[in-house]
């Protein structure tokens, strides 16, 4: 997949297919409109989507800017995994806050991409003070031959899978909604770093993740996970939280992994196929904490023993 950091016409001149999103998370909705995107590209036809580096609310609303499902690496990777052949990914900045949604569509969507269809999904709005939708691009892009499709949203438990609604079900806690929205497995990724060594000091060494800050994480808590290091598979446990046995202030995410040796300092590992074990909650000594670590050890060592 190529990616365009600017809107510019692309050297090429064979047909392109549009469609236009943040897609954060690509979640089962969004993958929908990227099926529908890819069913459009015909033979010689360029498949591309359009998507902002930063999500829109860090310009428009700098006091609401919604944690998110993936940093920016993450929806690249994601969106490259889908098929689809161009990316521009551009900076949502005044000049975009401020196009209007005709002069959008004429200009941008018509006239600098050139695109032979648009795909959006049904609730999509654009151009300044969000006026645009999915019917005036289809009434501005008809005189230009551009064919617009709305995807319809996806619906799960009569309800409309969304960003948002992915994002409340990780914050709760609940991953196995926000697995089943997402269509796979929720992923946390974070650079191994130096911590304060407790687990070293309890013979129960972890590796403590540096997680980009924009990044959705899941309730505090304990949860058995999967873990990816340098391409190889491990069982271990993850704690989010603040350390309370401990009097912590700062809120950490500490993974122990079944068999795992290595010091790993400085790179990256992931954490994936979350499951609640229990709560944080603190203990009055150290040794107490010890013994339910052990105890949480054992849901790692003999999974069939996980609760249901």
């Given at each position: 997949?190529?990616?365009h950091?600017?809107?510019?016409?692309?050297?090429?001149?064979?047909?392109?297919?549009?469609?236009?999103?943040?897609?954060?998370?690509?979640?089962?909705?969004?993958?929908?409109?990227?099926?529908?995107?890819?069913r459009?590209?015909?033979?010689?036809?360029?498949?591309?989507?359009?998507?902002?580096?930063n999500?829109?609310?860090?310009?428009?609303?700098?006091?609401?800017?919604?944690?998110?499902?993936?940093?920016?690496?993450?929806?690249?990777?994601?969106?490259?995994?889908?098929?689809?052949?161009?990316l521009?990914?551009?900076?949502?900045?005044?000049?975009?806050?401020?196009?209007?949604?005709?002069?959008?569509?004429?200009?941008?969507?018509?006239?600098?991409?050139?695109?032979?269809?648009?795909?959006?999904?049904?609730?999509?709005?654009?151009?300044?003070?969000?006026?645009?939708?999915?019917?005036?691009?289809?009434?501005?892009?008809a005189?230009?031959?551009?064919?617009?499709?709305?995807?319809?949203?996806?619906?799960?438990?009569?309800?409309?899978?969304?960003?948002?609604?992915?994002?409340?079900?990780?914050?709760?806690?609940?991953?196995?909604?926000?697995?089943?929205?997402?269509?796979?497995s929720?992923?946390?990724?974070?650079?191994?770093?130096?911590?304060?060594?407790?687990?070293?000091?309890?013979?129960?060494?972890?590796?403590?993740?540096?997680?980009p800050?924009?990044?959705?994480?899941?309730?505090?808590?304990?949860?058995?996970?999967?873990?990816?290091?340098?391409?190889?598979?491990?069982?271990?446990?993850?704690?989010?939280?603040?350390?309370?046995?401990?009097?912590?202030?700062t809120?950490?995410?500490?993974?122990?992994?079944?068999?795992?040796?290595?010091?790993?300092?400085?790179?990256?590992?992931?954490?994936?196929?979350?499951?609640?074990?229990?709560?944080?909650?603190?203990?009055?000594?150290?040794?107490?904490?010890?013994?339910?670590?052990?105890?949480?050890?054992?849901?790692?060592?003999?999974?069939?023993?996980?609760?249901?």
């Open positions: 997949m190529k990616v950091h600017r809107i510019e016409q692309p050297a090429t001149q064979r047909p392109l297919v549009l469609a236009i999103g943040f897609f954060d998370g690509l979640h089962l909705g969004h993958r929908e409109i990227l099926r529908t995107l890819l459009l590209r015909r033979p010689g036809y360029r498949a591309a989507v359009l998507s902002f580096r999500h829109p609310s860090t310009f428009l609303r700098p006091d609401k800017v919604p944690p998110l499902l993936g940093t920016v690496e993450e929806r690249v990777n994601l969106l490259a995994s889908t098929g689809i052949d161009e521009f990914l551009v900076p949502f900045d005044e000049r975009v806050a401020r196009i209007g949604a005709r002069a959008f569509c004429t200009d941008v969507i018509a006239g600098i991409l050139g695109a032979k269809a648009l795909v959006v999904g049904e609730n999509f709005r654009f151009g300044a003070g969000r006026e645009g939708d999915a019917t005036l691009a289809r009434e501005t892009l005189a230009y031959g551009t064919t617009v499709v709305a995807v319809p949203p996806f619906m799960d438990s009569d309800e409309r899978v969304s960003s948002t609604r992915v994002r409340a079900a990780v914050l709760r806690g609940d991953m196995e909604a926000a697995n089943r929205l997402l269509g796979e929720y992923a946390v990724r974070g650079r191994v770093v130096v911590g304060e060594g407790r687990g070293h000091d309890l013979d129960f060494p972890t590796a403590n993740l540096a997680v800050a924009e990044k959705t994480l899941p309730a505090d808590g304990v949860y058995v996970v999967g873990a990816r290091h340098d391409g190889r598979d491990y069982r271990g446990l993850v704690s989010i939280g603040t350390n309370p046995t401990f009097d912590g202030r809120r950490t995410v500490e993974a122990w992994l079944l068999d795992f040796q290595e010091t790993i300092y400085g790179q990256e590992l992931t954490l994936r196929d979350f499951r609640f074990l229990r709560e944080q909650r603190k203990f009055d000594s150290a040794e107490a904490l010890l013994a339910q670590m052990r105890e949480d050890a054992t849901h790692v060592r003999f999974p069939s023993f996980l609760p249901a």
